[in-house]
């Protein structure tokens, strides 16, 4: 009789124990079944009045009962403690390989990096860097440069006047003549060549299209001592070229004109974009003008405050932004100055 009721009641427990859904229903389980007033407990003490080889039956299956209970219960508790730490892990992980909220760190526009290697590179090689304003005279911009106001040379460059005689300066060619000015004069007394570059930003009238803007960047060198020759200026120019793309670029050297150098040229490189065969950035020519430069007019020497019997010099006039779009392969100009992060965020 008791044997059958055990067996029923384990059972039933059974059961009850797979079909709690909660850790508090699982409790009440463990109470009524387990507990001090539970169900085996009463079934404990109606066992007194057995005759003591049934007792011992009896007990044995109790025993037996509970300990698979007991077992049944601990196993439901973790199956309760595993959902809830997955449940915890699901509403709390973290994915660590995200970028970090917050700001972006920043990094510098194409032309200033290329800007700061040419820096470094003319420091190295003794050169002083040279600033000079963007509003500039008429008279440094044209005038000192052997281009005076009567001269056609003025219509090579499309200017911005502004009042009283004064420009957006054209090229950075006028740091030519306040370099001079400044640096010329105690450095050659002293025996020291003058060597200068002169980055910045000039301006000119041009209808915009992919290869000219009315805005963009030049770095002038220039350097004044007694014997410069073409074969100095050659140097520099080939150095500053293999030290942007770091590899040999083919070179073409023609005759140029510009009135402040005799005799001038234009260095034109093979352009990187499409290696030859013309493209929108080469004008479809298969060269791009990169570096027009010559030997410095006596007129200018004149103007700078320096004797031309004694000085001779050579000047460029590197063209930063070309640079900077051979370099990157760059197709179209207005991408400099347009501002677009996804574009800027590429460097
Ligand atoms: N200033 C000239 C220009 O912008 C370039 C140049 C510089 C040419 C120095 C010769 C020497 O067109």
Aim: aromatic share 8%; net charge negative.
């Amino acid at each position: 009789m008791l044997e059958s009721q055990l067996e029923s009641l384990s059972r039933d427990a059974q059961a009850r124990i797979a079909a709690a859904l909660t850790p508090d229903a699982l409790e009440a389980v463990r109470v009524e079944v387990l507990g001090r007033k539970g169900a085996l407990a009463e079934i404990s003490r109606g066992m007194g009045k057995l005759p003591p080889d049934e007792k011992k039956v009896i007990g044995k299956l109790l025993n037996e009962a509970k300990t698979q209970l007991e077992a049944a219960l601990e196993a439901r508790q973790n199956s309760f403690a595993a959902a809830a730490l997955s449940a915890r892990l699901d509403a709390e992980w973290l994915d660590v390989t995200l970028p970090a909220p917050g700001v972006r760190p920043g990094s510098l526009h194409p032309l200033t990096q290329i800007q700061q290697e040419l820096e470094d590179l003319f420091t190295s090689m003794g050169a002083a860097v040279l600033d000079g304003p963007e509003v500039e005279t008429e008279y440094n911009n044209f005038d000192a440069l052997n281009i005076p106001a009567d001269h056609p040379a003025r219509d090579m460059q499309d200017t911005f006047w502004l009042e009283d005689n004064y420009v957006l300066r054209t090229h950075t060619s006028p740091v030519q003549v306040r370099g001079m000015a400044k640096l010329g004069p105690e450095l050659l007394e002293h025996g020291t060549p003058l060597l200068m570059i002169a980055p910045g930003r000039v301006f000119r009238n041009e209808e915009v299209d992919p290869s000219h803007e009315h805005t963009f960047y030049q770095l002038e060198g220039m350097m004044v001592d007694k014997n410069v020759s073409i074969a100095h200026m050659l140097f520099f120019m080939k150095t500053l070229l293999t030290h942007i793309f770091k590899r040999e670029v083919t070179v073409r050297l023609r005759p140029g004109y510009f009135p402040f150098v005799e005799p001038g040229f234009e260095l034109d490189i093979q352009c990187l974009i499409c290696g030859g065969p013309g493209c929108p950035v080469c004008k479809q020519s298969g060269w791009v003008e990169l570096l027009p430069c010559g030997l410095v007019n006596p007129n200018v020497l004149r103007m700078g405050g320096l004797d031309p019997e004694v000085y001779g010099g050579f000047a460029f006039g590197l063209g930063l932004t070309r640079l900077v779009m051979m370099r990157y392969a760059i197709d179209d100009i207005r991408h400099l100055q347009g501002g677009d992060l996804r574009f800027l965020r590429q460097f």
